[in-house]
């Protein structure tokens, strides 16, 4: 619980950081050659900046997941308000061996090339072997995250973002770290990453 409120807030602070806005104030004294008088003017300019640098391809990877597994992910921009990904992630536990697939789908509202608010269904499978008693099992997952990908340097991509994951475990096991993963579950997602 205290990895998932010290992200929140490294995302709220980064967050913060995405949108710059600069403010210009200029102060002016003349004196009017005709009369001798001192004209004194004063303005303040406020101006926004966006972040429009095309990106078409995005590598992650969650450093919040390395408790359980090393992934990386791959997404492609499909238009502006639509990203499929997939990924690959092997268990780093020492007694487990396997490996997992998953697939995304990422719905920008907004149309922000890959940037802002999302929300994506997505799905998993991971094979799974404990090489202890040499018992294998596949858990399967579908869930949803909502989540916010933002872009502090030109290509250097952060991604913050929370949901819920339903998990299915076949195969027989007496392992009870496999059964733990039957049924729901948070999920919850930190990525850094590269994008181009």
Known sequence: MKTF???????????????????????????????????????????????????????????LKFLLFYNISYFHKINEGLAV???????????ISGFGVNAEVRFYPKGNNLKGFYFAPNVSYNSLTD????????????????????FPGDQFALGLGIGVDYYFVTGDSNND???????????????IGYAW
Do not use: C, H
């Open 131 to 150: 090489d202890f008693d040499n018992e294998t099992v596949s858990i399967t997952s579908i869930g949803g995250l909502i989540g916010w990908q933002w």
């Open 5 to 63: 409120f010290i992200s929140l807030l490294i995302g709220a602070a980064l967050f913060s950081s995405g949108f710059s806005q600069e403010r210009k104030g200029e102060r002016k004294w003349t004196i009017d050659p005709a009369t001798g008088d001192t004209i004194y003017t004063e303005s303040v300019t406020i101006s926004e900046s966006e972040d429009i640098t095309p990106r078409n391809n995005m590598i992650v990877i969650n450093p």
């Open 177 to 191: 770290d496999f059964n733990d993963y039957d049924g729901f579950a948070p999920a919850l997602r930190f990525d």
């Open 85 to 95: 990904g997939g990924g690959f992630q092997i268990p780093t536990p020492k007694d």
